[in-house]
């Protein structure tokens, strides 16, 4: 079991920043593949980024290229997200995704979700 709690969302104008921390618990974090994912009113949930076991491998979807990073702490046991220069598009549930059978960073998701934080980005 994987126990996952995002926080950092909230509202912010168009070219603005924001960091999503997710804190997991209840497995060695280091053996754990993570990931972001995102949903949007109407719309499924989507992928955003990912990195692999050791921090060593990551992967973005092409709409956030460039403009977000993700990382890891392992020693804190904590995933992060920052995320520039942000779009009204940006908009949406961002969800922290665990997977412990991911090594490297990849698109899928695994099992384990947290319950998500809001970001909603301005005009």
């Known amino acids: 079991q994987v126990q996952l709690v995002e926080s950092g969302g909230g509202l912010v104008q168009a070219g603005g920043s924001l960091r999503l921390s997710c804190a997991a618990s209840g497995r060695t974090f280091s053996g754990v593949g993570m990931g972001w994912f995102r949903q949007a009113p109407g719309k499924e949930r989507e992928f955003v980024a990912s990195?692999?076991?050791?921090?060593?491998?990551?992967l973005y979807a092409d709409s956030v290229k460039g403009r977000f990073t993700i990382s890891r702490d392992n020693t804190k046991n904590t995933l992060y997200l920052q995320m520039n220069s942000l779009k009204p598009e940006d908009t949406a549930v961002y969800y922290c995704?665990?997977?412990?059978?991911?090594?490297?960073?990849?698109?899928?998701?695994?099992?384990?979700w947290g319950q998500g934080t809001q970001v909603t980005v301005s005009a």
């Open positions: 995704n665990a997977d412990p059978a991911r090594v490297i960073a990849t698109r899928t998701a695994g099992v384990y």
């Open positions: 990195i692999g076991r050791s921090g060593s491998t990551t």
